[in-house]
């Protein structure tokens, strides 16, 4: 007689310690801890409701993300964006993203097709109602989908070391002004393209739109550099 199998857990409880990490990476990439703010333990304890342990554990995770940068004699603050930061973070992005693009589109299935058109829906949401938090999990969501298409799932777990500091950027171009198109519509752009299973198209509409935003936080990122000096 075969032992009955466990059955899947599909979607595991967060715990405190993941609550905690949530929290606190939001409130940077929202920017409700500024760059180069300290991060003071017994405060973070108060407001959160959490012992220190916790609080260290999330300040050692946010470190390892590249959010957090420890000092000799200050401690932990929150850690500054260079322009030569962004240009790396863009790099590997282009590299990572436009070869699980292409790949998605010529392996998409009519399931996948389903679930990167759900996963842009609730990111449009996530834009429509400028709640960053919500746009930092429904963008990841979305190119979870691409990777996951693709088959690249060592090249995802890069880009999720890097979501912290990817989303900062995105916060800090999502809302401008002067780029050549809505962030949602180059999403619109990469999405058809895959759906399609046009590789090539795929590939140009994720070049697209990371010229567009890489362009925009080297201006924004030079400005600020200027007030610092």
């Known amino acids: 007689m075969s032992k009955p199998a466990l059955a899947k857990i599909d979607h595991p409880p967060a715990t405190l310690r993941d609550l905690v990490q949530e929290r606190m990476r939001e409130a940077i990439i929202e920017g409700v801890f500024e760059p180069g703010q300290r991060l003071v333990e017994r405060p973070l304890c108060d407001q959160l409701g959490v012992s220190r342990t916790v609080v260290r554990e999330t300040i050692r995770y946010l470190e390892a993300e590249g959010l957090?940068?420890?000092l000799p004699g200050?401690?932990?603050?929150?850690?500054?964006?260079?322009?030569?930061?962004?240009r790396q973070i863009y790099d590997i992005r282009?590299?990572?993203?436009?070869?699980?693009?292409?790949?998605?589109?010529?392996?998409?299935?009519?399931?996948?097709i389903t679930r990167l058109r759900a996963a842009l829906d609730r990111l449009k949401q996530a834009v429509a109602v400028a709640s960053p938090g919500a746009v930092f999990r429904t963008s990841s969501e979305f190119y979870a989908e691409i990777f996951q298409g693709a088959g690249h799932s060592v090249a995802w777990e890069v880009v999720q070391r890097l979501n912290g500091r990817i989303s900062r950027l995105r916060?800090?171009?999502?809302?401008?002004?002067?780029r050549a198109r809505p962030g949602p519509e180059h999403m619109?752009?990469?999405c058809d393209a895959i759906a399609a299973g046009d590789a090539a198209a795929a590939r140009a509409a994720v070049e697209s739109h990371l010229d567009d935003t890489m362009a925009i936080a080297d201006r924004l990122l030079a400005s600020e550099d200027a007030q610092d000096d």
């Open 68 to 70: 957090v940068e420890i």
């Open 74 to 86: 200050r401690g932990p603050i929150v850690a500054r964006m260079s322009r030569d930061d962004a």
């Open 94 to 112: 282009r590299a990572l993203e436009t070869a699980a693009a292409e790949a998605c589109a010529r392996n998409i299935t009519p399931e996948g």
């Open 171 to 178: 916060l800090l171009t999502l809302t401008q002004p002067d």
């Open 188 to 190: 619109d752009r990469i």
